[in-house]
């Protein structure tokens, strides 16, 4: 009875929202994606979009049958919209609702001057606890595809037309995010730069088999590629505006502090002059 609740409101279409007409989003009339498919977070996300140059692409869990296949679709999606020509690629790890953050998603199109593409792909409807209870390796599962479909795209793009490839999660998104890598050697190879947004009782001490990471006030857990001295990604703040059916727990203290998230990468070069960063392919 709970899972069909969640399930109705997933693909509940809010009136509100209009589909959106640009072709560099998810949804819109020339998207292999339905509108209706995206899911209720994925079409706030892709609607909020409308007024940016910024390309967001998004796979709900009704636009294709399993993981595998949502991630060949994102990446068909991504070259659709012209995501492998822009400077970044973030991938996006949801909760377990299929939310990701609008604050954080502006953070990274204010960073990027709108020259990246953020996509993400949904792996539940149900809110993060539930998945991590019931579900936990769905966030695993499809993260990694995910990250290796387009990881594995990107690598057989000419040195210099590579854009740089950034991961985030939040919440159990950051638990499916950090599985991704083995260790920080790798993750080091395979990105340029993550960040966890962590739910503290999930992961919030940079333990279990992901990269090393680093805890900063507010529950914010940071993973850089190289020990380079780090420069701001973004900003966001998240706390006022975390809609009510997100399915994302907000702390009292997150609340009364007003957290200010600082992504961070470890970058020398411009990103266009990146050339040398090479994600790697596939084992």
């Not at 529950?219 to 780090?230: E, F, I, M, Q, T």
Request: net charge neutral.
């Amino acid at each position: 009875m709970m899972s069909r609740s969640y399930s109705d409101s997933n693909a509940f279409v809010d009136v509100s929202l209009h589909q959106p007409m640009s072709a560099e989003l998810s949804g819109s009339p020339e998207s292999a994606i339905s509108w209706e498919s995206l899911g209720r977070q994925g079409r706030r996300f892709v609607a909020a979009g409308e007024q940016s140059s910024s390309i967001r692409t998004y796979v709900g869990m009704d636009s294709a049958p399993d993981a595998e296949s949502r991630a060949a679709l994102a990446v068909s999606e991504l070259e659709r919209a012209g995501g492998f020509a822009r400077s970044a690629i973030v991938v996006t790890v949801p909760t377990g609702s299929g939310w990701i953050d609008e604050n954080a998603a502006e953070g990274f199109e204010d960073r990027f001057d709108n020259d990246v593409a953020i996509v993400g792909m949904q792996y539940s409807y149900l809110p993060s606890w539930i998945t991590f209870v019931f579900g936990r390796s769905a966030a695993d599962e499809s993260a990694a595809a995910l990250f290796d479909a387009v990881a594995e795209r990107i690598s057989d793009l000419p040195d210099l037309l590579r854009p740089a490839l950034y991961v985030y999660g939040q919440s159990l998104g950051s638990v499916g995010g950090s599985a991704i890598f083995t260790d920080a050697d790798q993750l080091r190879a395979r990105a340029c730069g993550a960040l966890w947004r962590a739910a503290r009782r999930i992961r919030a001490d940079g333990r279990r088999d992901g990269p090393r990471q680093h805890v900063r006030p507010g529950g914010l857990v940071v993973a850089g590629p190289d020990p380079a001295p780090p420069r701001p990604l973004a900003r966001c703040t998240r706390c006022a505006g975390t809609p009510m059916d997100s399915g994302h727990h907000v702390s009292a203290d997150e609340r009364r502090s007003g957290v200010r998230a600082e992504l961070l990468v470890r970058a020398r070069a411009p990103l266009r002059q990146r050339a040398g960063h090479r994600p790697a392919r596939l084992p």
